[in-house]
């Protein structure tokens, strides 16, 4: 599936050799910790501020201690990693700027909204498989308090949340990817387009998405000629339990059933009957923690032997939404196969 | 450069064939072009607000018809273009979102600030050099009004600007990369760190930015292991005059003088004379349409042999601003030569 092979609409590449996720690195919030994968994160703070001062700062905090604990458990340092691919959902990615420069590393600032850690993961493996970086790291993160306060409201303001909201986790992801090492592989990705069907909703952000991962998976199938079967489970970001009703619907009406293999990991990430999170989790951070915590952990010991990892994005900013813009989605596929 | 001769510190990679720029599109606003490249530009617009009813809406505008300018000029349809590689300044990328999402192509959303060019010509480049892609879309933007209202003050309020401050550039700049044609081509890039000298001071971007820029410089001519002039010109993003100082007395002190060939985008755009912009133009647009309206011509007609194409980025938002954090600063380098 690589250049020559490509055909006019393909989106995918694949990777020969694949490219090995050594290593993750998860950290959480209070109420993250609480829920079904409490015990599987690195990492949980009870402090919503990890020590300092803001949201924004917290954010960038759990960047760091992220990727602290990724390249702990790779046994690496930050001058044996090339690129970092990092983003967040702040505006000018505040987060992750703050988050990272210490590391004093190459970086690649990104933004796909919630599906950035897929964007990164693509990215990463790019670079990697064509011989431009041994290691590179792959961050992102979001964090309740910050991203209230950028896309919402204040959080004293207490407003009411509809049944079809989700609640931001508050999350960080690193991961280390390499030529080798590790019992996991990146096999190929699929790059998403943008997918608008010109909702407006942002409080019902499954159904902005739910069109774009739609989208992703139906050309990933496609372009890999494979069936849903062929995935031990294809896992979407945070389109919570809204957006997993009209994803099985729209690829339904594509020919595929995806019902018995789809997870979400804002479905997981929270306990809706004791959390009262409504529609489930979202952010960048959302499916990045999960994927270090619970599905990397399950690849690597071969309890899933090849998943398609699926973070989806709504690309909003508070300026669009109050213009009366439409909220277009976007996700990033990217397969992995134990090894 | 590539993998196997990296070493620990390098930052550059080389493209073996080059990768090729076959086409670009620049379109500004009535400002740029009254300034001294004004009849390079391929669209001046006198209206603003390009026919729409906000500065976001406009930008993104610009964004439509500098992609529409490049495609025409290189004879090629969307369809043809398998990744597109673009960011501008405005949180969550929404002049890029809106901007591109008619075109239906596999998105890969960039945040440098205003090295954000820089970043996806890059990126661009490694996507095409690894056969990943035949083609590639690398576009940016900013607008004078949306900056403004995004990171300072609303237009109405009339502050005072002091004479450090740069005036951001209504321009977008889209470049359509190849594995052939044209007589451009991209040879290697170097992909900048973040670089925090604590300067605070968001009305002195050029002091931002420069360290960041002497960081990239300084590592491109010991990557490839090259003196300034090695390259016709070493052509910053949007230093403007002040950081221009800065960044020829920090070269200085690592032994490097760049003063006879360095070129800055800011400083070209504008006619301080006579337009009132203080140290310079600035944004993401700045440096892209200098590429395309000014420089590109030059080494497609042989008159400029080699450059370093530096743009450079100020990592702050209004929320970190206003927090009392630093102006931290990144700059992604690109060589391109003539062929």
């Known amino acids: 599936m690589k250049n020559e092979k490509l055909q006019a609409g393909q989106q995918s590449v694949s990777f020969a050799q694949g490219v090995h996720i050594l290593s993750s690195g998860t950290v959480v919030g209070e109420k993250e910790g609480q829920g ?11 402090d919503p501020a990890f020590g300092e001062d803001n949201w924004e700062k917290a954010e960038s905090t759990m960047q ?3 990727i602290q604990m990724a390249l702990g458990k790779a046994k690496m340092n930050p001058a044996q990693i090339r690129y970092l691919f990092g983003g967040d959902l702040l505006g000018q990615l505040i987060a992750t ?19 950035t850690c897929g964007e990164s993961l693509s990215l990463g493996a790019m670079a990697v498989s064509a011989g431009y ?16 306060k950028q896309f919402r409201f204040p959080l004293a303001y207490g407003n009411q949340r509809p049944l079809s909201a989700t609640w931001t986790v508050t999350g960080a992801g690193a991961f280390v990817l390499g030529t080798k090492g590790g019992h996991a592989r ?39 000629n ?22 099985i619907d729209l690829l339904k009406e594509k020919g595929f059933d995806i019902s018995r293999v789809h997870m979400d990991c804002g479905i997981e990430i929270y306990d809706e009957a004791t959390q009262d999170t409504h529609a489930g989790g979202s952010g960048c951070g959302c499916s990045a923690v999960t994927l270090g915590a619970k599905i990397l952990p399950e690849l690597e010991k071969g309890a899933l032997k090849r998943v398609l990892f699926v973070p989806t994005g709504a690309l909003l900013s508070p300026v669009s939404f109050n ?3 439409s909220v277009p989605g976007i996700a990033h596929g990217v397969v992995i196969e134990h090894c």
Chains 1, 2 share one sequence.
């Open 133 to 148: 970086a041994d290691y590179v790291l792959a961050v992102t993160s979001s964090h309740f308090g910050s991203a209230e």
């Open 226 to 247: 494979r069936q849903p079967q062929d995935y031990d489970r294809i896992i979407t970001g945070d389109l919570g339990s809204v957006g997993q009703t009209i994803l």
């Open 323 to 325: 213009e009366g813009q």
């Open 64 to 66: 760091k201690e992220a």
């Open 186 to 224: 990146i096999t190929g990705v699929t790059t998403g387009k943008i997918v608008d069907f010109g909702v407006k909703d942002s409080m019902n952000m499954g159904a902005c998405m739910a069109p774009a991962a739609c989208d992703t998976i139906y050309q990933n199938l496609m372009d890999f």
């Open 97 to 115: 700027s703050f988050g990272v420069e210490d590391l004093n590393l190459p970086l690649f600032g990104l933004y796909g909204a919630c599906s």
């Open 36 to 46: 079904p994968l409490g015990n599987l994160f690195d990492l949980v703070s009870n």
